[in-house]
């Protein structure tokens, strides 16, 4: 069974920035979308961008023009350069990777804490 495994959260201060990585076991492969959510205390889980194996991006209003989604292919690695951080992206930053087929597959990672604070 596949596995995801993150990494480059912390403590950061606001106005700060944190990239964050995402790699799958060698058992993963051809992922149609690649994306990261968090989860804030006392919150669901939500978006905060995916991308498509063609490179579509789509952000959370709330991150759009600070954080950045990127992803190799080859690698089966996805990334999230976060700059500009708020204290109210403090949460706990989620890697998924979804994969169509007969049967459909989501991969998620153990998650990795993000915390903006001065």
């Known amino acids: 069974q596949g596995q995801l495994k993150e990494s480059g959260g912390g403590l950061v201060q606001p106005g700060g920035s944190l990239r964050l990585s995402c790699a799958a076991s060698g058992s993963i492969f051809s992922i149609n979308e690649m994306a990261w959510y968090c989860q804030a205390p006392g919150k669901e889980r939500e978006l905060v961008a995916s991308i498509t194996s063609g490179g579509s991006t789509n952000y959370a209003d709330s991150v759009k023009g600070r954080f950045t989604i990127s992803r190799d292919n080859a690698k089966n690695t996805v990334s999230l350069q976060m700059n500009n951080l708020k204290p109210e992206d403090t949460a706990v930053y989620y890697c998924?990777?979804?994969?169509?087929?007969?049967?459909?597959?989501?991969?998620w990672g153990q998650g990795t804490q993000v915390t903006v604070s001065s």
């Open positions: 998924r990777m979804y994969k169509s087929g007969q049967p459909n597959v989501i991969y």
